[in-house]
């Protein structure tokens, strides 16, 4: 270990490594400096060496209790503490100095305080320097004034002497302050560039995940368009009814195709937008049907989009519906006319509204109706309830994604 850079390896911080290599630096030249500053004094001014002693002593008791504590925080604050009760004690009680150095020796206390201890300390021995300050001012100057004497050149030569290493302190104090801020500048600098890496390989594999989910949704998308081929292949030999039930769940795979189809084409892998997804729908369901009427749907919706586990229930809901008005309902009407409404009410219930103007049939009760049946399972599902006056239905739901 040299004398000037002590063993710092104790020490994982960087900062704790600098402050202790500070406070031992600074012991060491006060315990140098001091010494012959006294030596100075000592002929012209016992007091003033008297006083010039006192750093001595305690950078030498300050570098044992380095050495065997490894304890800087302490030192710091010995260090601006003495240092400011010896410089105020001398103005005050040191009449024939000039005391030119003492008010260095606030500055260089303040910048101890601050680097050492921390920016409350620093300010708050800002606040006791300042006061002690205006106290010799009001009290002690004056006297000062009156009882000073020409300097001898020994005199001038010792303040001259302190005046530099008070200067030295401080510019060393500064230097060390920007050495800190400098590591503190390149450690950000390194970190905003390490996050930098990591946001750029965040992004990529957040653009091949969104690529792997797109390709998901389109191959289920596809295998669900291969089973309705192979199930429009095999209504062929099918009788007529059977086909028509064939028909119908191909149609509700259909629905369900939609729905991957609608996610892989948006940027939101994550919900449907419920609009689009309707007016999709009901092209897919008037090209299966093939009705030759002209049937109107209006959609009026005022919600959000729906994420899978509400959009797969509600799309199966519309499409037994829609399904049901397009086969049955306008037998006897020139126009047909669906109105479907969408609206919320709160952040996770909404309602919705099918009605159409045609034909109202009964259900034979005797008969088991799939599509009814369907409709309320899908409904228990969204944790909703249904109540229908003719054509008209009307479901309170929630949404299951919120």
């Known amino acids: 270990m040299k004398l000037l850079t002590p063993d710092t390896s104790f020490f994982q911080n960087y900062f704790d490594k600098g402050k202790f290599v500070l406070a031992w630096?600074?012991?060491?030249?006060?315990?140098?400096?001091?010494?012959?500053?006294?030596?100075?004094?000592?002929?012209?001014?016992?007091?003033?060496?008297?006083?010039?002693?006192?750093p001595v002593l305690v950078g030498g008791g300050s570098l044992v209790y380095?050495?065997?504590?490894?304890?800087?925080?302490?030192?710091?604050?010995?260090?601006?503490?003495?240092?400011?009760?010896?410089s105020h004690v001398a103005m005050n009680m040191t009449m024939n100095m000039t005391?030119?150095?003492?008010?260095?020796?606030?500055?260089?206390?303040?910048?101890?305080a601050f680097i050492g201890i921390g920016k409350r300390i620093g300010l708050l021995f800002i606040g006791i320097n300042f006061t002690l300050t205006v106290f010799f001012f009001s009290f002690t100057l004056n006297t000062h004034i009156i009882n000073i004497q020409p300097r001898s050149n020994l005199i001038m030569v010792g303040e001259l002497l302190e005046i530099a290493f008070a200067l030295f302190i401080l510019g060393y104090l500064a230097y060390q302050y920007i050495v800190f801020q400098d590591y503190?500048?390149?450690?950000?600098?390194?970190?905003?560039?390490?996050?930098?890496?990591?946001?750029?390989?965040?992004?990529?594999?957040?653009?091949?995940?969104?690529?792997?989910?797109?390709?998901?949704?389109?191959?289920?998308k596809n295998n669900l368009q291969i089973i309705t081929s192979l199930l429009r292949l095999q209504k062929q030999d099918l009788k007529p009814e059977m086909a028509e039930k064939l028909d119908e769940a191909i149609d509700r795979i259909?629905?369900?195709?939609?729905?991957?189809?609608?996610?892989?084409?948006?940027?939101?892998?994550?919900?449907v937008n419920v609009d689009s997804y309707i007016h999709d729908l009901v092209e897919n369901i008037s090209k299966s049907i093939n009705v030759s009427k002209e049937i109107k749907v209006k959609v009026e919706t005022s919600i959000m989009p729906f994420g899978l586990k509400?959009?797969?229930?509600?799309?199966?809901?519309?499409?037994?519906?829609?399904?049901?008005?397009?086969?049955?309902?306008?037998?006897?009407?020139?126009?047909?006319?669906?109105?479907?409404?969408?609206?919320?009410?709160s952040?996770?219930?909404?309602?919705?509204?099918?009605?159409?103007?045609?034909?109202?049939?009964e259900s034979d009760p005797t008969k088991f109706n799939f599509g009814i049946d369907l409709i309320e399972t899908l409904t228990s599902q969204l944790d909703g309830k249904m109540t229908r006056e003719k054509s008209t239905y009307s479901f309170s739901l929630k949404n299951l994604d919120i």
């Open 25 to 54: 630096r600074i012991s060491i030249v006060f315990v140098l400096i001091f010494l012959m500053v006294s030596v100075f004094y000592f002929q012209s001014s016992p007091m003033a060496a008297f006083f010039s002693f006192i």
């Open 66 to 86: 380095l050495h065997l504590t490894k304890n800087f925080k302490p030192l710091f604050w010995l260090y601006a503490s003495s240092g400011t009760i010896l």
């Open 99 to 112: 005391h030119y150095v003492d008010f260095l020796w606030m500055v260089a206390c303040i910048f101890l």
């Open 184 to 220: 503190t500048y390149n450690q950000l600098k390194l970190a905003l560039q390490n996050q930098e890496k990591q946001t750029e390989l965040i992004q990529e594999k957040n653009e091949q995940n969104t690529l792997l989910i797109k390709e998901v949704h389109h191959r289920v």
């Open 254 to 271: 259909m629905a369900m195709a939609l729905i991957h189809r609608k996610l892989y084409q948006t940027s939101d892998l994550s919900s």
């Open 310 to 345: 509400t959009i797969v229930p509600l799309g199966l809901i519309l499409n037994e519906l829609i399904s049901n008005s397009y086969k049955h309902a306008f037998t006897n009407s020139e126009i047909g006319v669906i109105t479907i409404q969408l609206t919320n009410t």
């Open 347 to 361: 952040s996770a219930d909404f309602v919705l509204k099918y009605s159409d103007n045609g034909i109202w049939k």
